[in-house]
Protein backbone atom coordinates (compact mmCIF):
# COMPACT_ATOMS: atom_id res chain seq x y z
CA UNK A 1 0.00 0.00 0.00
CA UNK A 2 1.41 3.40 -0.69
CA UNK A 3 1.24 5.90 1.96
CA UNK A 4 2.12 9.07 -0.28
CA UNK A 5 -1.01 9.15 -1.82
CA UNK A 6 -2.55 9.40 1.62
CA UNK A 7 -0.40 12.19 2.91
CA UNK A 8 -2.18 15.75 1.87
CA UNK A 9 0.66 17.52 -0.49
CA UNK A 10 1.46 21.22 0.54
CA UNK A 11 -0.06 23.15 -1.90
CA UNK A 12 2.74 24.24 -4.96
CA UNK A 13 2.73 28.25 -4.21
CA UNK A 14 4.30 28.20 -0.63
CA UNK A 15 7.17 25.97 -2.39
CA UNK A 16 8.07 28.44 -4.69
CA UNK A 17 7.22 30.97 -2.05
CA UNK A 18 10.54 32.36 -0.21
CA UNK A 19 10.44 32.75 3.22
CA UNK A 20 12.14 35.35 4.83
CA UNK A 21 15.75 34.70 6.26
CA UNK A 22 15.93 32.94 9.83
CA UNK A 23 18.16 34.82 12.41
CA UNK A 24 21.05 33.04 13.28
CA UNK A 25 22.00 31.23 16.59
CA UNK A 26 25.27 33.21 18.13
CA UNK A 27 28.07 31.11 17.81
CA UNK A 28 28.99 29.24 21.33
CA UNK A 29 32.35 29.76 22.82
CA UNK A 30 34.74 26.56 22.15
CA UNK A 31 35.69 24.62 25.08
CA UNK A 32 39.01 23.06 24.81
CA UNK A 33 40.23 20.82 27.74
CA UNK A 34 44.03 19.84 26.93
CA UNK A 35 44.43 16.19 28.34
CA UNK A 36 46.93 15.13 30.57
CA UNK A 37 50.22 14.07 28.88
CA UNK A 38 53.74 12.15 30.15
CA UNK A 39 57.02 11.93 28.02
CA UNK A 40 57.52 8.33 26.49
CA UNK A 41 61.04 8.81 25.98
CA UNK A 42 64.33 10.14 26.88
CA UNK A 43 64.91 10.59 31.11
CA UNK A 44 61.28 10.55 32.07
CA UNK A 45 60.18 7.21 33.03
CA UNK A 46 64.24 6.52 34.56
CA UNK A 47 65.09 6.35 37.69
CA UNK A 48 66.45 10.22 38.80
CA UNK A 49 69.24 8.76 40.13
CA UNK A 50 71.55 5.50 39.33
CA UNK A 51 72.99 2.55 41.72
CA UNK A 52 75.68 3.18 43.68
CA UNK A 53 78.93 2.52 42.11
CA UNK A 54 80.25 1.40 45.17
CA UNK A 55 83.30 4.07 45.36
CA UNK A 56 85.57 4.70 48.19
CA UNK A 57 88.22 3.07 50.34
CA UNK A 58 87.92 -0.84 50.26
CA UNK A 59 90.97 -1.91 52.82
CA UNK A 60 91.68 0.88 55.87
CA UNK A 61 95.24 1.75 56.95
CA UNK A 62 97.44 -1.00 58.57
CA UNK A 63 95.32 -3.82 57.13
CA UNK A 64 96.54 -6.94 55.64
CA UNK A 65 96.66 -7.11 51.45
CA UNK A 66 97.82 -9.57 48.70
CA UNK A 67 98.64 -8.38 45.44
CA UNK A 68 96.24 -7.87 43.00
CA UNK A 69 93.31 -6.47 46.55
CA UNK A 70 91.83 -3.05 45.41
CA UNK A 71 92.46 -0.75 48.04
CA UNK A 72 90.39 2.26 46.90
CA UNK A 73 87.75 3.05 43.88
CA UNK A 74 87.40 6.30 42.76
CA UNK A 75 86.41 8.52 39.94
CA UNK A 76 88.90 10.99 39.21
CA UNK A 77 92.93 11.03 41.27
CA UNK A 78 91.60 12.02 44.80
CA UNK A 79 94.52 9.57 45.79
CA UNK A 80 98.06 8.55 43.64
CA UNK A 81 99.52 5.17 43.73
CA UNK A 82 102.65 5.64 46.00
CA UNK A 83 105.46 2.79 46.90
CA UNK A 84 104.51 -0.91 46.20
CA UNK A 85 100.99 -0.53 44.41
CA UNK A 86 99.61 0.29 41.28
CA UNK A 87 96.76 2.36 38.69
CA UNK A 88 94.16 0.88 37.10
CA UNK A 89 92.58 3.03 33.80
CA UNK A 90 89.63 3.74 35.71
CA UNK A 91 91.82 5.50 38.42
CA UNK A 92 91.35 2.15 40.91
CA UNK A 93 94.23 1.64 43.30
CA UNK A 94 95.45 -1.92 44.00
CA UNK A 95 98.58 -3.74 45.55
CA UNK A 96 101.47 -5.34 43.78
CA UNK A 97 103.32 -6.60 46.97
CA UNK A 98 101.78 -8.62 49.80
CA UNK A 99 101.92 -6.11 52.94
CA UNK A 100 99.66 -3.30 55.11
CA UNK A 101 98.10 -0.69 53.88
CA UNK A 102 99.29 2.96 54.43
CA UNK A 103 98.00 6.19 53.39
CA UNK A 104 100.44 9.22 53.58
CA UNK A 105 101.89 12.23 51.97
CA UNK A 106 105.11 12.62 50.09
CA UNK A 107 106.12 16.88 50.42
CA UNK A 108 109.22 15.78 48.87
CA UNK A 109 107.51 14.19 45.42
CA UNK A 110 104.32 16.49 45.58
CA UNK A 111 103.23 19.21 47.72
CA UNK A 112 99.32 18.36 47.45
CA UNK A 113 98.78 14.74 46.36
CA UNK A 114 97.90 12.53 48.85
CA UNK A 115 99.14 8.76 48.16
CA UNK A 116 98.65 5.01 49.38
CA UNK A 117 100.93 2.63 49.72
CA UNK A 118 102.11 -0.71 51.05
CA UNK A 119 104.71 -1.88 53.44
CA UNK A 120 105.82 -5.17 54.21
CA UNK A 121 105.74 -4.87 57.99
CA UNK A 122 103.28 -3.39 60.29
CA UNK A 123 105.24 -0.40 62.26
CA UNK A 124 107.02 0.73 58.74
CA UNK A 125 105.81 4.25 57.77
CA UNK A 126 105.76 6.39 54.81
CA UNK A 127 107.36 8.25 52.95
CA UNK A 128 111.01 7.32 53.18
CA UNK A 129 113.71 10.00 53.83
CA UNK A 130 115.55 10.68 50.63
CA UNK A 131 118.55 8.40 49.76
CA UNK A 132 117.39 5.81 51.79
CA UNK A 133 117.22 2.01 51.12
CA UNK A 134 113.75 1.24 49.13
CA UNK A 135 112.76 -2.19 50.12
CA UNK A 136 111.65 -4.58 48.02
CA UNK A 137 110.86 -8.65 47.66
CA UNK A 138 113.58 -9.98 45.87
CA UNK A 139 113.85 -13.43 47.82
CA UNK A 140 115.81 -12.11 50.59
CA UNK A 141 114.81 -11.40 53.97
CA UNK A 142 116.50 -8.39 55.93
CA UNK A 143 117.92 -8.92 59.08
CA UNK A 144 120.05 -6.90 61.62
CA UNK A 145 123.79 -7.53 61.47
CA UNK A 146 127.29 -6.18 62.45
CA UNK A 147 129.46 -3.99 60.96
CA UNK A 148 132.40 -5.39 59.05
CA UNK A 149 130.95 -9.06 59.21
CA UNK A 150 129.13 -9.42 56.41
CA UNK A 151 130.20 -10.25 53.12
CA UNK A 152 130.73 -7.48 50.61
CA UNK A 153 127.26 -6.62 48.67
CA UNK A 154 125.25 -7.89 51.23
CA UNK A 155 125.33 -5.04 53.42
CA UNK A 156 123.05 -2.22 53.55
CA UNK A 157 123.05 1.10 55.36
CA UNK A 158 119.69 2.36 56.12
CA UNK A 159 119.63 5.64 58.82
CA UNK A 160 123.08 4.78 60.37
CA UNK A 161 122.16 0.99 60.78
CA UNK A 162 123.36 -1.93 59.38
CA UNK A 163 121.57 -4.52 57.88
CA UNK A 164 122.21 -7.82 56.54
CA UNK A 165 120.28 -9.53 53.76
CA UNK A 166 119.70 -13.09 54.07
CA UNK A 167 118.55 -15.27 51.29
CA UNK A 168 115.21 -17.23 52.38
CA UNK A 169 114.72 -20.52 51.02
CA UNK A 170 111.34 -21.43 49.36
CA UNK A 171 109.67 -24.03 50.44
CA UNK A 172 110.25 -27.43 48.64
CA UNK A 173 107.24 -28.26 46.48
CA UNK A 174 106.95 -32.57 45.61
CA UNK A 175 105.14 -32.91 42.43
CA UNK A 176 102.16 -35.58 43.22
CA UNK A 177 101.81 -37.46 40.02
CA UNK A 178 99.25 -39.55 40.93
CA UNK A 179 97.02 -36.54 41.23
CA UNK A 180 94.60 -36.73 38.07
CA UNK A 181 93.10 -32.82 38.21
CA UNK A 182 90.24 -32.27 35.45
CA UNK A 183 87.98 -29.44 35.16
CA UNK A 184 84.57 -28.58 36.96
CA UNK A 185 81.68 -27.34 36.38
CA UNK A 186 82.87 -24.17 37.91
CA UNK A 187 86.23 -24.45 35.98
CA UNK A 188 88.42 -25.30 39.03
CA UNK A 189 90.53 -28.59 38.58
CA UNK A 190 89.80 -31.31 41.16
CA UNK A 191 90.19 -34.84 40.96
CA UNK A 192 87.31 -37.06 39.15
CA UNK A 193 84.93 -38.83 41.62
CA UNK A 194 85.82 -41.88 41.00
CA UNK A 195 89.39 -41.13 42.14
CA UNK A 196 87.92 -39.86 45.33
CA UNK A 197 86.56 -42.99 45.92
CA UNK A 198 89.52 -45.16 45.20
CA UNK A 199 91.59 -43.04 47.33
CA UNK A 200 88.80 -43.50 50.20
CA UNK A 201 88.38 -47.02 49.68
CA UNK A 202 92.49 -47.11 50.34
CA UNK A 203 92.06 -45.22 53.39
CA UNK A 204 89.55 -47.29 54.61
CA UNK A 205 86.27 -44.67 54.80
CA UNK A 206 83.17 -46.05 55.66
CA UNK A 207 80.33 -44.20 53.65
CA UNK A 208 76.17 -44.62 54.06
CA UNK A 209 75.14 -46.99 51.69
CA UNK A 210 72.75 -45.33 49.60
CA UNK A 211 69.20 -46.25 49.98
CA UNK A 212 66.66 -45.09 47.04
CA UNK A 213 63.95 -46.85 48.91
CA UNK A 214 60.17 -45.77 47.20
CA UNK A 215 60.84 -42.89 44.37
CA UNK A 216 57.02 -42.97 43.42
CA UNK A 217 55.90 -42.26 46.79
CA UNK A 218 58.31 -39.25 47.06
CA UNK A 219 57.34 -38.09 43.65
CA UNK A 220 53.14 -38.00 44.82
CA UNK A 221 54.34 -36.20 47.99
CA UNK A 222 56.42 -33.97 46.28
CA UNK A 223 53.58 -33.10 43.78
CA UNK A 224 50.79 -32.73 46.92
CA UNK A 225 53.05 -30.38 48.44
CA UNK A 226 53.82 -28.47 45.07
CA UNK A 227 49.58 -28.45 45.08
CA UNK A 228 48.84 -26.98 48.58
CA UNK A 229 51.86 -24.42 48.36
CA UNK A 230 49.98 -23.25 45.14
CA UNK A 231 46.37 -23.55 46.66
CA UNK A 232 47.96 -20.73 49.68
CA UNK A 233 49.22 -18.55 47.45
CA UNK A 234 45.64 -18.25 45.65
CA UNK A 235 44.10 -17.91 48.69
CA UNK A 236 46.66 -14.69 49.86
CA UNK A 237 45.55 -12.86 46.14
CA UNK A 238 42.03 -12.93 47.15
Not at 26 to 40: D, G, N, V
Not at 48 to 64: M, T
Not at 71 to 94: K, P, S, V
Request: aromatic share 6%.
Amino acid sequence: MNLSRLLPHPPLSSLLSHSPPQPYLPLLPILHTRPASHASQGRANKAAQGPGKRLGAKKSASELVVPGNIIFRQRGTHWFAGENCGMGRDHTIFSRERGYVTYYKDPERHPERKFIGVVFERGQTLPRPRGAARRRRLGVEVVEGEEGGAEEGGIVEEGGAVLKAVQKLAPQVVPRTERKLAVGKGYMYRETNWSIGRAAEKAKVRVSVYKPRDRFLAWRKTVARKASNAEKRGMRRR
